[in-house]
């Protein structure tokens, strides 16, 4: 299995900065995926973080918004960019291993983001 | 369509009772179908998986059946512990894609009553 690190766990920023996520994978894996989840609901996908190329996002979501990096198979930021209240969520991180054994997303922590 | 449908969304439960969680799908190219679970404060977590060439798996107190004509799947946890509250989720994926995206449900807040 792999361990997830993110950090910071939590922050409090005012509107219009930004904050970049930072996460740790133990291992390599296969691919690295960006969430948003909203306290209570479900999990939202941001992106794909691809691995020394641009990231591939989903619907409704922008780069220059939310630019992503990976430059190696164990390692992701995500940036909030240009804040407002509306980005105050929890933003997830996880790593995909997938082989004929099986498919299994591991998750970080989260870092929770309030915006002020 | 790429979204799956969970019910219900909240779950109240004595203990030693039995949950049950159900999901539905509509895209037939699914392949994957696993369950996370959730605690407060914490990232999702796998929990159990099932892929659909068989109606059921069993881990311990937790228990996937699969109805693959009637494209659901229900997550099943016997004899309910307090420590089993929690929120769950279903979601499905594509191994064919090769993109290891999961699609969620909506999510069920399970509370266990002592």
């Known amino acids: 299995s792999a361990v997830i690190s993110q950090k910071p766990s939590r922050d409090i920023c005012q509107r219009g900065t930004s904050l970049t996520i930072q996460c740790q994978v133990d291992?390599?894996?296969?691919?690295m995926f960006w969430y948003r989840q909203q306290p209570g609901q479900s999990l939202t996908l941001i992106a794909t973080?691809?691995?020394?190329?641009?990231?591939?996002?989903e619907s409704g979501f922008v780069i220059d918004k939310f630019p992503i990096s990976r430059p190696n198979l164990t390692f992701s930021t995500l940036t909030v960019s240009n804040m407002s209240p509306e980005d105050s969520s929890i933003y997830l991180c996880?790593?995909?291993?997938?082989?004929?054994?099986?498919?299994?997303?591991?998750f970080g922590p989260g870092t929770r983001l309030t915006v002020l | 369509q790429q979204q799956v449908k969970q019910s219900p969304q909240s779950l109240i439960v004595q203990k030693g009772g039995i949950s049950i969680i159900n999901c539905a799908y509509e895209n037939t190219a699914f392949d994957y179908f696993p369950w996370y679970q959730q605690f407060p404060g914490k990232g999702p977590a796998l929990l159990i998986a099932i892929r659909p060439d068989v109606s059921e798996k069993k881990e311990g107190r937790f228990t996937i059946s699969f109805n693959k004509s009637a494209k659901q799947f229900s997550l099943h946890i016997m004899d309910s512990q307090p420590g089993d509250s929690a929120t769950y989720f279903c979601?499905?994926?594509?191994?064919?894609?090769?993109?290891?995206?999961?699609?969620f449900g909506q999510g069920t807040t399970l509370q266990v009553k002592p």
């Open positions: 291992s390599q894996v296969t691919m």
């Open positions: 996880s790593g995909y291993s997938g082989n004929e054994a099986g498919d299994t997303q591991y």
């Open positions: 979601a499905a994926s594509m191994r064919s894609s090769n993109t290891g995206k999961l699609i």
């Open positions: 973080a691809n691995q020394g190329s641009e990231a591939t996002y």
